[in-house]
Structure formats: C-alpha cells, structure tokens
C-alpha cells in the first residue's frame, strides 16, 4: 500500500517490502525489530504484488504463493527463483547436511501457464479440403498456428537462457578455491511439454560451454548435464558434489527445489532471490509456509539484501547473530524439530547475539 513501515529517517535507504498475507507482516516485524536494534538504516515501505511493477533494485519480500511469484517475477522481468540454504549447518548435533547447494529453478512454466498447450501439436483437420479458397484458408491458420508455437518457443528458450547465465554467473563470482559445479538438470522420456524444456536446457548448456569455454575455464566452474534421478540421490548422500542446480520450469524442477528446502529441517530455513539475467531488480524472498513463523529463511534474505545495498559489515552482523542464536544458544524456532521458541523469542535471541 506504499506506507513507510518504520520512522522516518532522510539518511535511511528505501526499500520495498512486497507483502501478500498476515505471515509475511508478521516476519517483517522481526526484520524491522532487528534492524532498529542494529542501527541499520533501511525503511521498508509495504506493496502488494500487484504493484511490483513500480519496484526495482533490492526488494525484500515475504512468503509468496506460485500465484504471486509469477506475478512478481513476469511484472519485474524476473526468470528465475534461487533457494540457498545457509543454515543447514547451525543445528546442534545436526542430522542434516551441511547443504553446499543453490538450487536455481526457471519460471517460465509459473509466468505462462498456458505454454503446455502451446507445446502440443496444432491440431490439423484429418482431410485438407479441396476447394481452393478454403485450401488457402486452412493453410494460412496452419501458418499462423507455426509461427504462435515458434514466437512461445523462442520466448522459453530466452527465458531459460537467463536462469543458465544466472546460475552461470553466481557460480564465477563465488570465488571459491574449489571448482565450482553448475549441473543442468533434465528428465529423459518426460511428458511433451516436459520434454521441450528439457532438450531446450541441454541444448542451451551446451552451446554455453562451447561459447565460454576459457571464460569457464578460467573461473574454475564446470557445466554439466545430468538426468534428475541422478541429481537426486546425489542432494541427499553426496550434497558436496553440486554447487548449483538448475532446474527447467517443469514438474521435476519443483520437486528438486522442495527436496533442497526439506533436507535443511523446514521452510523457514532458507533464503529465495527472484531474479534475471537482465533485470536490474532482485526480489529477496523466504520459502516459509503459512503457519511456519520461523524467522531464520527471512533474515537470511535481509541479509543478503545489505549485501546488494553494499552494507555487507551490517549483514554480516545478522549472519553471525544467527548462527551463534542456533550453535551456542541452542535457541530453536517451534518449528524445526526440537525447537520451542516463538517468533518473537527467536527474533529477540538474535537482537542480543548482535
């Protein structure tokens, strides 16, 4: 709705806060309360999806449902939605893994639902008809059936194109001392529409490594392509063995995209960017589901948003909070197992590690 959410402050950065249900007002609340502790100099000023349109730069957002992600992501030119998973490793004695993997899932499928029709074969009449003039008629709308399909085809491949240089680009600027892995995955003998993506993505991974062969080589990072029930197993027992997974905007994408979420204790453990190859607007997000008020996936996200804004001493101060809240304090949100704190509880935690 445009309101400024904290006092006014003319040195503050603004930033907008897209904020679709009661949990997403909720964990702004924590936000807020972290940042005035912190002395952090960002006002959140609250819109809808809707009006993501009038957004750019660094956005915090809360929960969105697959409706308002499409939304947001089509308003803001957005093609693709990537979950980290940071806190995997701050449960104490952990029976997860330390989860080394950003999952980077393409949303075309979300932003134009209607594409799986389009995929399908035009339909043709079992006989031409003979009369010239209808033979002309019958011809041009098989022309113009051809020339829809191949105008959507060409805007999937666009769109999966950018979730690959997005995930490309992420991967070089790591800056890790190992290699890092950029796995496209794919489902072999899916349904059709499945099928289109997934050659889209093979073919678009290979003309990628052809094209920044020693761009590739020179920053360490490997892209490769790999059957998802070969990605699979590897999340769960070998987790150490993928940097990023790139997901094309079909069934199993999803399906990649929860297992990350699961294996690190629940929804509210992670952190979402919404972003694109050619946007200049990133949309940080959480994953948390309603009822799940678990601030860590939020704060993650608030910092990595200090991070954009170039206040990278005062993200790393919500990092370190965090992680000493989980390691030292042993304090537990309620909804990851053996946890009992309440949001609130949890968020004032964190303020006293800051």
């Not at 997403?24 to 993501?52: D, M, N, R, T």
Request: glycine share 6%; hydrophobic share 40%; aromatic share 4%.
């Amino acid at each position: 709705d445009g309101r400024t959410c904290q006092g006014a402050n003319p040195m503050a950065k603004a930033v907008p806060y897209i904020c679709g249900s009661q949990l997403g007002e909720a964990l702004l609340a924590g936000v807020q309360k972290v940042f005035q502790a912190a002395s952090i100099a960002v006002e959140f000023s609250k819109i809808a999806p809707s009006a993501s349109g009038a957004a750019n730069g660094h956005v915090l957002a809360g929960p969105l449902s697959s409706a308002a992600t499409a939304e947001v992501a089509d308003r803001l030119s957005l093609s693709s939605k990537l979950t980290s998973t940071a806190a995997a490793s701050w449960y104490p004695d952990t029976i997860y893994p330390t989860l080394p993997v950003v999952t980077v899932r393409n949303l075309y499928n979300e932003i134009n639902p209607s594409f799986n029709e389009r995929a399908a074969p035009s339909p043709t009449a079992g006989i031409a008809p003979h009369d010239p003039n209808e033979l002309s008629l019958f011809e041009l709308r098989k022309d113009a059936a051809r020339s829809i399909n191949s105008f959507f085809a060409n805007e999937a491949r666009d769109s999966i194109h950018d979730t690959l240089k997005v995930a490309v680009s992420r991967a070089m600027s790591s800056k890790l001392s190992e290699r890092s892995v950029v796995t496209v995955v794919h489902k072999p003998q899916g349904d059709l529409a499945t099928s289109t993506f997934d050659e889209m993505a093979k073919a678009l991974a290979k003309s990628e490594v052809d094209a920044r062969a020693d761009e590739l080589r020179t920053s360490n990072v490997s892209l490769e392509v790999a059957p998802v029930g070969s990605a699979w197993p590897k999340l769960v027992v070998f987790p150490e063995s993928l940097g990023y997974v790139v997901c094309p905007p079909a069934k199993h994408g999803e399906q990649l995209e929860a297992l990350v979420v699961g294996l690190t204790g629940g929804s509210g453990m992670v952190a979402q960017q919404i972003a694109g190859a050619k946007s200049q607007t990133v949309v940080h997000t959480c994953a948390n589901q309603e009822g799940d008020e678990n601030p860590t996936g939020i704060l993650l996200a608030s910092a990595e948003l200090l991070t954009g804004l170039g206040m990278k001493e005062e993200a790393a101060r919500i990092v370190k909070a965090l992680e000493k809240t989980y390691v030292s304090d042993k304090v537990l949100p309620a909804s990851v197992p053996s946890g009992s704190a309440s949001l609130g509880d949890f968020v004032d935690a964190v303020i006293k590690n800051l």
